[in-house]
């Protein structure tokens, strides 16, 4: 590949690296996913290679991982927080429902008033049902800082494989 060329790769590469990065911040913005396919078109035109092979292995290790960890802490932090299992399955629910009925927000919204709602109708307590959504934010915060170090180090492999030599 021309020296050109490999430098415009290498360049729209890191500039989608970063928008997937930056997405990060967004809560049902697909970052990670943009960080990974990122990794898999310059894999494709640049030649996967033996250092290329491994590195995307990890990285695709890692964005699945992360979008498990994005999935499954706020959730754990609700049960912590008191929530029931049923509570936090109808929470999940009205969560993916609320994404795409009116995304991107319509999730965001959904399944926390879910798990309020729910753990009032509940326990009939407006402290026990704010002690779960409490969890469930707590959860959907540490899942955040999470992503971010992921997406981080998905970004370092990359860079570990694709530095211009």
Do not use: H
């Not at 049960?79 to 629910?93: D, L, P």
């Amino acid at each position: 590949m021309d020296l050109w060329a490999e430098s415009a790769l290498f360049g729209m590469t890191v500039a989608v690296m970063l928008g997937g990065l930056l997405g990060l911040i967004i809560p049902v913005y697909p970052g990670m996913f943009i960080i990974w396919l990122a990794a898999l078109g310059y894999g494709i035109v640049a030649e996967f290679g033996t250092l290329g092979a491994w590195m995307f292995g990890l990285i695709t290790v890692l964005m699945v991982v992360g979008s498990l960890v994005d999935n499954v802490l706020g959730w754990v932090g609700a049960k912590q927080g008191g929530a029931t299992w049923a509570t936090t399955s109808i929470g999940f629910v009205a969560g993916v429902v609320g994404t795409i009925a009116l995304p991107p927000w319509g999730g965001i919204l959904a399944a926390p008033l879910a798990i309020l709602l729910l753990e009032y109708r509940r326990l009939r307590d407006w402290k026990a049902a704010l002690a779960a959504l409490r969890g469930m934010a707590l959860g959907w915060g540490a899942a955040y800082v999470i992503r971010l170090v992921i997406g981080v180090v998905m970004i370092g492999l990359w860079l570990i494989w694709a530095w211009p030599k």
